[in-house]
């Protein structure tokens, strides 16, 4: 079940054969809602330097009113203790963001930041590490939900012949879902952001499981993140149509796309793109920017 966020970090308020990719987005059409996916990689470009200013330019230049973020830090050295959403908020001109706390802790030492039920209490000027969503329009309510881990069964490993450690354990860093309930002016809209595991052989069972999640949650409800599972097939396992077909990774020549925005419509209402999606070279980062405008209409 999805969780309410009351006791989290909260503020005030087969692959694609087209990339599309440009920076050059389209003009913005009257009665649409420019939606995007974004994993920022704490702000760093690929030359490892991290310059907030730049970051904040780079969202700024989606003009996205709803913005899904991935891997985005608050109170980190190495992201200069910037509050990543926030200086999204702050260039979106958005009154409504949250970052949804996965880890916390220095590198090299991070811990899970929440447990389901209870969420991710507040830890001021702690270094935290997740997920974010950025919103222009009112958010009526916040929640968030743990996704699966992988068993601990599947996790051990078994050492190479002659190894010192016969059994090994394979990394499984917490990961979370952040839904909100936008007040769009067409009528509410439940947007989930997450960022899904990159171990390939859990990827599509953690995915199926946060499907299953937000069963509970209002339609119309649209899914954006990097999901790390290539096109088509979060579309086949949710049963989720999908809006945007664009290849985001790698950044400089992506030749896959695991970045992805879903939509499930609701009773009498649907959500559909206007125009192909873009996948955005913003200059930093490993992945590109995935934007697309939608109508949200009468079924």
Known sequence: M???TDSTDSTDSTDSTDSNSTAAL????????????YNVRHGESLDGLV?????????????ADVLALQEVERDTPRSHRADLVAVAAAA????DWHLAPTLRGVLGAYRGAARPGRGAPRAPG??????GLVSRYP???????ELARMPWRSRVRRGRPGSR?????????PRAALAARVATPWGPLTVVGTHTTSRP?????????????CAVLPRPLVLLGDLNLRAPEPAGLSGFAPLADALTHPVDAPVRQIDHVLADPGPGVRVVPVGPAVAVDTGLSDHRALVVDVRVLPS
């Open 92 to 95: 979106m001109r958005a009154d």
């Open 26 to 37: 389209p003009p913005r059409t009257p009665g649409t809602l420019r939606l995007a996916t």
């Open 201 to 213: 052989e859990f990827t599509a069972d953690q995915y199926r499981e946060l499907v299953d999640a």
């Open 126 to 131: 702690v270094p935290t590490y997740g997920v």
């Open 51 to 63: 310059d907030v200013e730049r970051f904040a330019r780079a969202v700024a230049h989606l003009d």
């Open 139 to 145: 958010v009526e309510h916040w929640s968030r939900h």
């Open 165 to 173: 450690r016969p059994l090994r354990v394979v990394p499984d860093e």
């Open 2 to 4: 999805i969780d309410s």
